[in-house]
């Protein structure tokens, strides 16, 4: 009895070992996708969610572009787990991004452009190149693909009304390596925090406007770049007024030697893109105080809008919200 019972799991087993064998034998190295945009036209109310759900677009009517490229949590088995990268989550951030984009419609009937890639960081980074981002699988490179067609097809779409765009992507950053729980939101320009540490005039002497992701605005603007990031009418500055603390902002110049992330692949492509008008900005919101519970959210986000709608009107000359 206990022979036949062996041979019978010896032979499961080995089915199952053939099984995955051709399974990742019969991986195609290519596949016939959709046209990217095949989905279009992209209509404001409604939800695009790209192949097998792995990219949700929710097209809107403002001429601001959310982004949340890490907080996804789906792990289909087509993709293999990435191999090297960073490949952890930024928990609660697809629902910070939806709270400000319910917040919005709830209250002013308006909508930001949002893009969400729901696959887990382990599958996709799509703040990354794609050779990092998908590292080889062709489902994830689609994936990627779609989340950025999304973000071209927002930014072409707002630049048919408005003579520029704003993108905020958005991301979460935990506590420090060093044990440090930094509440501060850091808010990225493509300036390293060697170049925050310097001057206001070092600064504006010497970082080229087009190498920031602020070079649209600043291209038409009489700010100056270290007024821009760290003036009275920052974003970081602005945020602080509403009590969410941030830098750089006027009250936080630098990060004088402690951890701070100057943007990513999504800020610098659209960012320095100098044939749009469009600035990106990179958002690495805190876990406590900002997005461990929905509660939190939803202090939080009339609190930002009410910054953003500020800088948006002197920087972009466009009101966000419209008090009737
Ligand atoms: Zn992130």
């Not at 001429?63 to 989550?89: A, C, F, K, M, N």
């Not at 779609?146 to 072409?156: C, K």
């Not at 170049?195 to 603007?221: F, G, H, M, W």
């Amino acid at each position: 009895m206990n022979k036949y019972l062996l041979l019978i799991l010896m032979l499961i087993i080995s089915c199952n070992k053939n099984g995955n064998n051709l399974n990742i034998e019969e991986t195609p190295k290519s596949e016939n996708f959709k046209e990217l945009g095949s989905d279009s036209p992209y209509i404001f109310g409604n939800t695009y969610f790209g192949r097998n759900n792995y990219i949700s677009y929710y097209p809107g009517n403002l001429p601001l572009i959310i982004t949340v490229s890490h907080g996804g949590g789906l792990t289909p088995q087509e993709i293999p787990d990435r191999t090297y990268g960073v490949l952890v989550t930024d928990s609660n951030t697809i629902e910070l991004a939806k709270a400000l984009r319910n917040y919005f419609i709830f209250n002013y009937g308006d909508s930001p452009y949002l893009i969400i890639n729901n696959l887990k960081r382990t599958k996709l980074d799509a703040n990354r190149d794609i050779v990092e981002a998908a590292q080889g699988n062709i489902y994830s490179e689609r994936a990627f693909n779609e989340f950025h067609h999304y973000i071209r097809s927002a930014r072409d779409d707002i630049l048919k009304d408005n003579p520029s765009v704003l993108l905020l992507d958005i991301h979460g950053h935990g506590v420090n390596p060093d044990g440090f729980n930094d509440l501060r939101t850091w808010i990225g320009y493509l300036i390293t925090s060697n170049q925050l540490d310097e001057s206001d005039d070092y600064i504006d002497a010497n970082i080229p406007i087009n190498e920031t992701s602020l070079r649209a605005i600043l291209n038409k603007s009489d700010y100056s770049l270290s007024d821009l990031i760290r003036g009275k009418f920052s974003l970081g500055s602005l945020m602080e007024e509403n009590n969410i603390t941030s830098l750089p902002s006027l009250q936080n110049l630098s990060p004088n030697g402690s951890r701070y992330f100057s943007g990513g692949y999504i800020t610098r492509v659209y960012g320095t893109d100098i044939n749009h008008d469009i600035s990106s900005i990179q958002l690495e919101f805190p876990y406590d105080g900002i997005r461990s519970s929905i509660e939190e959210i939803n202090s939080f986000t009339p609190s930002f809008l009410s910054a953003l709608n500020i800088f948006f009107g002197v920087h972009l000359n466009k009101d966000l919200i419209i008090n009737d």
